[in-house]
């Protein structure tokens, strides 16, 4: 019988170790009843045989070579998956986007919002580079009321690079959509060194949004997206608009708009808003 006791104590206690291990819930002090687990013999058992199994074959290589490979593919899983968790973060950012616009448009926001702040805009230029956070910083605080429509413009004297980056965007655009288009955008501005001289590496921030090198080069290859580029150029110029940031804020009730140059303030932004409520108001008092 104390043999027999023995046995079961030990049982007992590699049974425990085994389920600690196993994070079965149960807790490495909680006490297991050793009557239960000399039922259980059979399972333990098979349990501790796979383990050694699993363990054998994670540590055992058949050469250097086999252990060199198995060693860089963990450090290439682990490399990519950080990756991927940057890229996740980026997108997170701009989650107000939706994935698709009708038109080919470039919208952050919610797209019944009542005011769009529509900005003509140039990567490579200094003033909207500090004007950038100001039209998501009002869209994000606005709860669904505004959003921000985007169209290129980049300046002759920020060319050939402005113009070379609005069709990248639109070439982004084309693989990863609207939020995609947006995450780029800002990516650019981050890392522009404006005035026309650029991004030190453009094939680092592509891949950077999570896009395919080799389609983004076939679609500049191809010069699909330079027509898009040059509709808003052409756009921005019937409006008269000569020089960047240039934002029309427009009632999409009442369809009025207002433009306003340079790096503005959300102050100014948000008066020009206020503005319109008050007189749309005003308009239908007089109407009744």
Partial sequence: MPEI????????????????????????????KVD?????????????????????????????????????????????????????????????????????????????????????????????????????????????NVNWQWKHMPLDFHNPTALKEAVAAECISEQKGNRGFWVFINDMFEHTQGNGAGVRDLSALVTGVGANLDAFRECLAAGKMDEKVQENIQQAKGLGINGTPATFVVDNKTGKSQLLGGAQPPEAIMAAMRKMLVEDQEQSAAEQ
């Fill in 5 to 32: 006791s023995n046995k079961k104590i030990q049982i007992g206690v590699i049974a425990a170790i085994v389920l600690g291990a196993l994070g079965t819930g149960l807790g490495v002090y909680q006490s297991v």
């Fill in 36 to 144: 239960q687990l000399t039922n259980d013999i059979s399972k333990v058992n098979n349990t501790v045989t796979n383990m050694n199994a699993i363990t054998t074959n994670s540590i055992t290589f058949k050469n250097q070579a086999e252990f060199d490979a198995a060693v860089a593919a963990s450090i290439n899983m682990l490399v990519e998956k950080k990756r991927q968790d940057e890229i996740n973060q980026k997108y997170t950012q701009f989650n107000a986007a939706a994935e698709k616009v009708s038109d080919g448009k470039h919208i952050y926001g919610d797209l019944t919002a009542r005011f769009t702040l529509v900005e003509f805009s140039d990567i490579e230029c200094p003033y909207c580079k500090r004007f950038h956070d100001t039209p998501k910083q009002i869209v994000d605080a606005s709860k669904g």
